[in-house]
T-cell receptor
């Protein structure tokens, strides 16, 4: 079956612009996670959705970052007034119900470059 | 706070040789532990996970890991490495809060010498 998909695969933008990154989770998965991976580092947690609601957004670095999941499926990560430090690979993962035993399945990521 | 340390940034092994990748975690209770592999251009793939029970965990692609509470370690092993195993390996601990988010180490890049 289809895995987690993310679009676009690459995004180049200029400092100060607004960007949207999309994640399409595995069908039927209620839990969705966003992580950010900087060069040479492991992924860092940004936000967790259970259904439509953001159950944990403690990893969002500041109020320029926002994410939505209006119908409990596709999620969009939105970054306002991008800065060069936002350049990273943004990873999305989904799991069946977000429980302790669940495997998180990762998408291929969106590489964001802010010039 | 929970954290994961992977002390080796790079490891090079010859094809056919055995492999051990180190992982140490910091956590007050019994952790949920994971190993993921990331190949270029591909997403993270779960190799194995430990929640409880038998401390020796078998995973995919011939990998295994052993949970040692006394050493706060969860090292990944493979008896004979294949060239296709060259990739980045990440150890992670699962947060014991409502999100069960993953806290990753910084990774170990495995190079396989022909």
């Amino acid at each position: 079956g289809a895995g987690v998909s993310q679009t676009p695969s690459n995004k180049v933008t200029e400092k100060g612009k607004y960007v949207e990154l999309r994640c399409d989770p595995i069908s039927g998965h209620t839990a969705l996670y966003w992580y950010r991976q900087s060069l040479g580092q492991g992924p860092e947690f940004l936000i967790y959705f259970q259904g439509t609601g953001a159950a944990d957004d403690s990893g969002l670095p500041n109020d320029r970052f926002f994410a939505v999941r209006p119908e409990g499926s596709v999620s969009t990560l939105k970054i306002q007034r991008t800065e060069r430090g936002d350049s990273a690979v943004y990873l999305c993962a989904s799991s069946s119900d977000g429980g302790a035993g669940d495997t998180q399945y990762f998408g291929p990521g969106t590489r964001l470059t802010v010039l | 706070a929970q954290s994961v340390t992977q002390p080796d940034i790079h490891i090079t092994v010859s094809e056919g040789a055995s492999l051990e990748l180190r992982c140490n975690y910091s956590y007050g209770a019994t952790p949920y532990l994971f190993w993921y592999v990331q190949s270029p251009g591909q997403g993270l793939q779960l190799l194995l996970k430990y929640f409880s029970g038998d401390t020796l965990v078998q995973g995919i692609k011939g990998f295994e890991a052993e949970f040692k509470r006394s050493q706060s370690s969860f090292n990944l092993r493979k008896p004979s490495v294949h060239w296709s195993d060259a990739a980045e390996y990440f150890c992670a601990v699962g947060a014991r809060d409502s999100s069960y988010k993953l806290i990753f180490g910084s990774g170990t890049r495995l190079l396989v010498r022909p």
